[in-house]
């Protein structure tokens, strides 16, 4: 055996393969929030010029800030919302797609297109489809009136981010479920039926188990999409509103920074959501993966 | 060998594409950047603007560029500037002005009019437009351009159903005629929205200040006033009268704004700016008529101007001589009678300068119907010369400040708050947002 092993000892090849990759992480991420760590530590005339060090007042600034909580309450209910119903929804649209229901083949085609449209192109077309006065759905106004009002409901405005965010996502979270429920020996299933077991059983008792890696993998991705890419659909459809009932953290970090140039205290935001987002991950993978065991 | 070949075939042929193309487009002018904010039918508008400079002459050329909004093409300038991208030209709006002028790039109007011996002549401008964009001392140091003031607009028809011929001049009647409209079958006598500008408009008319220190043209220690006298006994009879469904609150978000609910007839009354007089004379129901009107004020009030809304021109630091020739011939040539005078015609915006205005009345424009009534625009905003609190608002971070104010409303109105409690958080978040701006320009002063 020895002699025939295969070892790779050019360290530094293997070092050039990578670096394009690494320059890109290097350019697009680490660079960024280095600036931003310490723009957060910083006040500085939007134009630039002096740049006066503040130490930890920009923290403390978003900390005692009551709006701040605010924003950080509705992302965590936006962000677990959106993610049960589109995992939900995604994981139904794959079982009646895997258990090959009539016209599979289309519906397989066309889940995913939701997940090609732009943020803004899904907010834009909520915010026509929900508009309480002109939009398909002002219909339940003409029957109960003001029942549906997001311009001035709070809870209705976070419905309707939390449904178009969902309905977005619903299209990937659909893809992987597929490929998890088609990479189930189909043995193990029909073994299942041959026992009498029923199709709900079959779900809940094979296919799911089988798929918790999958599962796992998509809720930590829904989670943190939810978290930072929720801002294109929050600044059409509501803009925040009503009385700040929509305010999530990354739409609060663009009006603080880029609305009211004050980049410090957006940095600082910033900081705290990436940590967020890491802590949230972190006990995912450290108290939910734990859980699962992968084939 | 072929490979080496072919490869030295492709590179001549670039190498001559290239030489082509840069002999075609040979800057025979001398090119300037112009970023514009304003977008959809105004913002072709400007686009126009551009081409019709660069068509009437050949020595100079504008490249111009929409940045897709006001709030953006303040944005996009900050970045460009850090990056040493920027225009020579950039059109920024009221509320932005206080960022230009503090941030110490810019080649303030009265400098560069004298180092390129531009022919503007200061006095000719309305006093309420010039000295909005004016320093404490009286100074431009940006070039007026496209202005406007906010009106009230009002359906003739549905006040015609109530037996009344003229728009009400204070708020009294206003009241007295919602309650008639709405007594007569019209679901929504009056449209509004939670759009700032129209309560800023509304202290200046009752001369009433929004901040300390003249609303803060005389220092960054300013202090914000709108939790007191005027505004929230307004506020809450503005909530009164859509509690009674007098008013009805029209936004994107609702399905449509102010405009459009006005221009289609649903809405009798609303309160917009003059510049979309041209948006609803062309999407107006057919064969409806409307008019505009000063906005209303308190009886017993004492009348003042309006305020100037809209943008203006600022110069750039850190450009070419050529450059800056090229621009001061651009500002040279818009601040013409002919171009000063276009404007108005192809949009709402008024005439900025006394002489355009008097030779555009005297030659009948605004005896067309199309332009009829927009002469009161220019009555509102010089009513009275401008006062402490009716000259303009120069706050910083103003626009923070505005969303503030328009979130506690949203609370007020939706119920969550009584009106009094909304201003009073606002007015202490305001004045937060000055104090760390205040800490941020330390050592800078307000011109």
């Known amino acids: 055996m020895s002699g025939k092993r295969v070892t790779f000892n050019q360290r530094w090849l293997a070092g050039l393969l990578i670096l394009p990759q690494l320059l890109l992480i290097f350019t697009f991420f680490y660079w960024p929030t280095g600036e931003a760590l310490f723009w957060a530590f910083t006040l500085e005339p939007p134009f630039g010029g002096e740049m006066q060090w503040v130490g930890w007042q920009n923290f403390t600034t978003v900390f005692e800030d009551p709006l701040f909580w605010n924003s950080v309450r509705r992302s965590i209910v936006f962000g677990v919302a959106s993610t049960a119903i589109a995992m939900g929804i995604g994981l139904l649209l794959a079982l009646f797609v895997d258990r090959q229901l009539p016209g599979y083949k289309g519906f397989r085609f066309v889940y995913f297109w939701p997940y090609a449209v732009a943020a803004p192109a899904v907010g834009l077309a909520f915010r026509f489809i929900f508009a309480p006065d002109a939009g398909f759905v002002s219909a339940i106004n003409q029957w109960f009136p003001n029942l549906w009002n997001p311009a001035l409901d709070g809870v209705d405005a976070m419905i309707l981010i939390i449904l178009a965010n969902a309905w977005s996502m619903v299209a990937y979270n659909f893809i992987f479920f597929l490929a998890g429920l088609q990479s189930i020996p189909r043995s193990l299933i029909e073994a299942g039926a041959m026992d009498g077991s029923g199709v709900l059983r079959r779900m809940r008792d094979i296919q799911l188990p089988l798929m918790a890696p999958t599962v796992f993998f998509l809720i930590v991705i829904n989670i943190t999409d939810s978290f930072v890419n929720a801002f294109g659909i929050v600044d059409i459809t509501t803009g925040g509103g009503p009385a700040r009932a929509t305010d999530l953290m990354v739409f609060k970090i663009f009006a603080d920074g880029f609305k009211g140039k004050d980049y410090s205290l957006a940095a600082a935001q910033s900081i705290v959501l990436m940590l967020l987002v890491c802590a949230l991950t972190f006990v995912q993978f450290r108290y939910v993966e734990r859980r699962i065991h992968y084939t | ?447």
């Open chain 2, 1 to 447: 060998m072929l490979n080496k070949r072919l490869i030295g075939a492709a590179f001549g042929a670039a190498a001559l594409f290239a030489a082509g193309t840069a002999d075609a487009q040979a800057p025979a002018r001398q090119r300037f950047d112009y970023w514009y904010g304003l977008t959809g039918q105004l913002g072709e508008r400007m686009a126009e603007h551009c081409a019709r400079f660069n068509a009437s002459q050949t020595r100079f050329e504008a490249v111009c560029v929409g940045q897709g909004g006001y709030d953006r093409a303040e944005q996009n300038t900050i970045a460009a500037y850090r990056a040493r991208q920027h225009p020579t030209i950039v059109q920024i709006y009221d509320a932005g002005t206080v960022n230009f002028m503090l941030s110490g790039v810019t080649y303030n109007a009265v400098t560069f009019a004298r180092d390129f011996n531009m022919n503007i002549n200061w006095a000719d401008y309305f006093p309420g437009v010039a000295s909005y964009y004016a320093t404490s001392r009286g100074e431009m140091w940006s070039f007026p351009y496209n202005s406007s003031t906010a009106m009230l607009y009002w359906n003739r028809q549905a006040f015609g159903s109530i037996g009344r011929t003229e728009a009400p001049a204070t708020w009294e009647q206003l009241e007295r005629d919602m309650r008639a409209l709405r007594a007569a079958g019209h679901a929504c006598p009056m449209a509004i929205d939670f759009d700032i500008w129209q309560f800023e408009q509304l202290s200046a008319i009752h001369n009433q200040p929004i901040a300390t220190q003249n609303n803060g043209y005389s220092g960054l220690n300013a202090e914000l006033l709108f939790n007191r006298g005027f505004l929230p006994s307004h506020i809450a009879n503005m909530k009164r009268w859509y509690d009674e469904g007098l008013m009805r609150i029209q936004t994107a978000q609702t399905g449509k704004t102010l405009v459009q609910a006005f221009a289609d007839g649903s809405c009798a009354l609303t309160i917009t700016s003059i510049a979309n007089h041209g948006v609803v004379g062309s999407t107006a129901a057919r064969g409806m008529e409307w008019g505009v009107a000063m906005l209303p004020v308190y009886e017993g009030t004492a009348r003042q101007n309006s305020l100037v809304g809209g943008a203006s021109l600022w110069v750039m630091q850190g450009k070419s001589r050529g450059e800056y020739e090229a621009a001061a011939a651009f500002l040279d040539w818009i601040a013409t009678p002919d171009e000063v005078r276009w404007m108005p015609s192809v949009t709402g915006y008024i005439p900025i300068t006394t002489p355009a205005f008097n030779a555009m009345t005297a030659a009948g424009f605004y005896r067309q119907p199309q332009y009829e009534g927009r002469e009161i625009s220019i009555q509102s905003l010089t009513f009275t010369p401008p006062s402490a609190n009716s000259r303009g608002i120069r706050l910083g971070n103003y626009t923070s400040i505005r969303s503030e104010l328009q979130s506690e409303l949203q609370a007020a109105f939706t119920g969550q708050k009584p009106v009094q409690q909304a201003l009073d958080d606002a007015v202490a978040r305001g004045n937060q947002i000055l104090r760390r701006f205040e800490q941020t320009m330390r050592g800078r002063e307000l011109p």
